[in-house]
C-alpha cells in the first residue's frame, strides 16, 4: 500500500501546493478587488502582506493565540489601507506612486519590528485534515488544508453576493462606476474609497497571516515574495468578480507550486525562471486582456481612469 | 471674451521674459518649500517612530547626519552610493514627462550590469576604452529595450506600464539569476555565484585621491544633458505635450507613440547604463550585490525631483546619504538597514502626499496683471 506514488508524485504535489498556497492569494486579491471596485488602486498590499504575517506572528506568539494573531493583522492592514485612503482622497495625490511608497513602509516596519521574531515559534493555526481516508503519507500531507482556506471562500462568495444585492455593495460599485452619480446621489466619494481601502487593507493582511500562521509557517524577511504585488494583477485577471478570485488564487498558487513540485520529483534546472511563471503568467494575461480600443470587460469605469 | 489692454500689453517679448523667470522663481520657491515641509514632515515622524523604539531620537538624526554628510570620507560614501541614483532616477523622470509612470528602474539596472560584465567578457584583451564602450553600448540598449517593451505594450495594446514594469522586475531578476548561474556563471565563484570578472585593468577610476568613481561625474553629465533634452529640444518640448495634452500633440501632428517610446528608451538606457558603472566601477563582475534596490530608489528621487533632471543631482545626494547614513546607524545606535528603510518610505510617502500642496498658497502664484 505504501509504495512510491512515481509520477503521481509531481500532480498531488502540485495540488497539495495549491491548497497551501493560494490562500495568500485569495485574501489578497479579495482585499484589492475591494478596493478596486471603489475606484482606486491599491499597489502597497505587499506591505499590507508582510505587516499582517509579522503582527500576526508577533502577536500569536505573545499571546499564544493565533486567532488573536489573525485579528491583529487584520486590524493593522485596517490602519495600513487608512493611511494610504486618507493620503490619495488629497487631490493630485497619485495613487499608484502612493501605493508603492506604502509598499516601502510598510516592509520596512515590518522587517524592523520583526527583527526579534525570527527565533521563537509562534503558535499555528490549526488544520484540518481531509486526506484521513489514505495511508499514503504524500496524500495525507498534500490534503491538510488551514481553516482560513473555506473562509476566504466564503469571504468570495459573501462579497460577491453583496457586491451585487446590498445597498452597501452597490454604493461601493458606483462610487467605481461613476463619481458623478455618486455626488448626485448624495454619497460621498472620498468616504467610501476610503472605507474600501481600509477594509480591503484589513482583508489582504489576513493573507499575511495565513503565511506566518500556517505556511510557511515561520516568520522571516522572504516571506511574502511579492504575493501583495500580484494582488492587482489577479484582480484584473478575475474581472473584478470575487468569485473569480477564488480561480485566479488557485492558478497562481498552481503556477508557483510547480517549480518544487518538479524540483522534488528530480527536474532542478531553470529553477529561477519557473520561480518567474506567475509574473510572466501575469503578464501574458495582461496582453492578452487589455485593448487599446475599448475599455477593459467588466473594469470599474472610474478605476479606467487612473489605469491607463 | 473681452481683451483688455492689460493683456495686450503682455504680449509684449521682454516683458513674457521677465514673468517667465519670475514665474520660474516662484515655482522654485513652491517646489523647495513644500519639499523641504515634507522632509520635515517625515524627519519628525521618524524621530517619533525611534523614540517608541527607546532611541534617542535626535542622537540617530545626528548619526544619520554624521555618516552622511559629516566628513569627507562620509561625503564620499554618499556620492557613491548617488552615482547609481542619478541615472536609475532619470529611468522614472524620463518616462513620466510622457506621462507613463515606469517603476522597472530594478530590472533594467540588473539586466544592464549584467550584460555590459559579459560583453566585457567577450572583447577580454581589447583596449580598456573598447572594453568600456562595448560595455556601456550593451548596457543601454539591454535597459532601453527592457523598458521600452512595457511603453511599447502601453502605446499599442494600452497595458498598464506601471504594473508591466512591477511584474518584470522580478522576471528581470528571475532572469539575472539564471544566467548568473547559468550560461554566464565563472565556476571559480562558487561561493558567490557571478559572472567572470571585467578584468583588473578595465576597471573605471576613482577621481584623484578620493573613493568617489568617475561615474559620478558621468551620471551628473548625463542628468545635465537630460535636462538640455527635456526644456531646449523639440523632443522634449514634445514630449511634455504628450504627457500634458496628448490630443492636443496629436492634432499638433506629433506622433506621440514614437516619443513615448523614445523617451522610454533613453530612460531604460540610463538605468542600464548605471548597472554597467556600478560593475565597472564597483562590483567588477555582476552577481548579488547589484540587485539591492538601486532602481526602486530611483523612483523615489525622480518623485522628489519632480521629473527635473537637474534637480535628480541634489535629490540624488540626499537619498545617497540616507543610505550612506544608514551604516552609522547601524554601527553606532544598533538600529538595522530596516529602519533606514522605513525612513525611506515615510520619505516617499510624504513627498507624494505633499503634491497636494501645489497651487495651494498663493504668495506662490503669479500675479496676473490686469
Known sequence: MSQSLGYWGVPLAVLGGILRLSPPFLFVSLGECLTEKSGRINLGQEGTLVMGAMSAYGISYLSGSPWLGVLAAGAVGFILGSIHGWFCSRPRVNDIALGIAMMFLGEGLAFYLGRGLIQPQATQLASVNLGWWSHQPEIVAALKINILLPVGLAL??????????????????????????????????????????????????????????????????NISSGQGLMAVALVIFARWNPINCIYAAVIFGGAKAIGPALQAAGYSSYTYLMNAAPYVLTMVIMIITCSRTRAWVGAPAELGASLR | MRISQGQIWLNFPVVNAVRARSSFLLRLAESLTITGAALLASVMVFSIFVAIMKVNPLQALYAMYLGAFGTSFSWQVTLVKASPLLLTGLCTALPMRTGLIVIGGEGAFVLGGLFAAEAAHMVMGAPTIIVWLVMAAAGCLVGGIWIMIPAALRVYRGVNETISTLLMNYIAIAIFNQLVEGLFHDPNSLNNPSTYSIGDNNMIGDIGNSQVHWGLIVGIGICILAWILVHHTT???????????????????????????????????????????????????????????????????????????????????????????????ATQLGLPNSAALVFQGLLFLFILGAETLYGRFSIFQPRVRT
Not at chain 1, 463619481?179 to 474609497?193: H, V
Not at chain 2, 534596490?293 to 546619504?321: N, T
Request: some cysteine; aromatic content about 12%.
Open chain 1, 156 to 221: 468570495a462568495i459573501i462579497m460577491w453576493w453583496a457586491f451585487r444585492y446590498t445597498r452597501w455593495g452597490m454604493v461601493v460599485r458606483l462610487a467605481g462606476e461613476s463619481t458623478d452619480a455618486s455626488r448626485a446621489m448624495g454619497y460621498s466619494i472620498n468616504t467610501i474609497r476610503f472605507l474600501a481601502t481600509a477594509v480591503g487593507g484589513f482583508i489582504a493582511a489576513i493573507g499575511g497571516a495565513f503565511l506566518s500562521l500556517y505556511y510557511p509557517g515561520s516568520w522571516n524577511d
Open chain 2, 235 to 329: 523632443l522634449g518640448f514634445s514630449a511634455d505635450l504628450a504627457g500634458g495634452n496628448p490630443k492636443a500633440a496629436r492634432l499638433s501632428g506629433i506622433r506621440i507613440n514614437r516619443v513615448i517610446l523614445w523617451f522610454a528608451f533613453l530612460g531604460g538606457a540610463c538605468a542600464g547604463l548605471a548597472g554597467m558603472i556600478q560593475v565597472a566601477a564597483v562590483q567588477e563582475r555582476a552577481n548579488d550585490g547589484l540587485n539591492v534596490g538601486y532602481g526602486y530608489a530611483g523612483i523615489l528621487v525622480a518623485f522628489m525631483a519632480r521629473q527635473d533632471p537637474l534637480a535628480i543631482i541634489p535629490v540624488a545626494v540626499l537619498l545617497g546619504g540616507v543610505h550612506a547614513g544608514k551604516i552609522l546607524l
